[in-house]
């Protein structure tokens, strides 16, 4: 079983209010990802990071922002939520180098009222 | 650009019977490939891998070869179980560069008793 923990796994909020979503990993992984689900199951890659200090903007473009001080936690935060940011985020981890699995954690299921 | 094109669903069958989800990619270099398994409300999980060409990954009874030639890596299961309903993603890593994970768009798979 993969250590990558999300919390919370589901939040309402109302517009406007300040979200922060969290990741974090047990199994010393340099590398960090998160990616947004859409209702038709599409993933798309928000941000990743190769490290501490290290943060780097996806394939699809986010409000959202990222930070890395520690390498095991990779909190993801949307400083004003709107409705068009209701999705699915997902958290997920790998050691350097190709062919390397990602571990991915449980999800946190975003709504915005 | 890369590029992983699969089968889309959802694809529904009773149980016992032979399964097959078409996966090929359009990639510079040699990727490795890879197939994720995401059951409902969960995030994805690995269920196999082939990093070369004619590698044959296999997990659970699921296999999937590395055909370069056809540029494809098929996943298929002789006798699929209930508990096999879930959305299975191909995907590849490019053996050089930042090695991001370029997914399909996923295939939702549903098992009748």
């Known amino acids: 079983e993969a250590d990558i923990y999300q919390t919370p796994r589901y939040l309402v909020i109302g517009t406007g209010k300040k979200i922060t979503l969290e990741c974090s990993q047990t199994?010393?992984?340099?590398?960090m990802y998160w990616y947004q689900q859409d209702p038709g199951m599409e993933l798309h890659l928000i941000h990743y990071?190769?490290?501490?200090?290290?943060?780097e903007k996806g394939d699809l473009s986010s409000e959202s922002t990222v930070s890395r001080i520690r390498t095991e936690h990779f909190p993801l935060t949307l400083e004003s939520a709107r409705p068009s940011h209701t999705s699915q985020y997902l958290c997920?981890?790998?050691?350097?180098?190709?062919?390397?699995?990602?571990?991915f954690g449980p999800g946190t299921r975003l709504t915005v009222l | 650009g890369n590029s992983v094109t699969q089968m889309e669903g959802p694809v529904t069958l009773s149980e016992e019977a032979f399964l097959t989800i078409n996966c090929t990619y359009t990639?510079?270099?040699?990727?490795?490939l890879f197939w994720y398994v995401q059951y409902p409300g969960e995030g994805l999980q690995l269920l196999l891998k082939?990093?070369?060409?004619?590698d044959k990954g296999s997990n659970k009874g699921f296999e999937a070869t590395y055909r370069k030639e056809t540029t494809s890596f098929h996943l298929e299961k002789g006798s699929v179980q209930v508990s096999d309903s879930a959305v299975y993603f191909c995907?590849?890593?490019?053996?050089?560069?930042?090695?991001?994970?370029?997914f399909g768009t996923g295939t939702r798979l549903t098992i009748i008793p």
């Open positions: 997920a981890s790998s050691e350097y180098g190709a062919g390397n699995e990602q571990f």
């Open positions: 199994m010393g992984h340099d590398k």
């Open positions: 990071s190769y490290g501490v200090n290290s943060t």
């Open positions: 990639a510079t270099g040699y990727p490795s």
């Open positions: 082939a990093t070369k060409a004619d």
């Open positions: 995907a590849l890593d490019l053996n050089f560069g930042n090695e991001k994970l370029t």
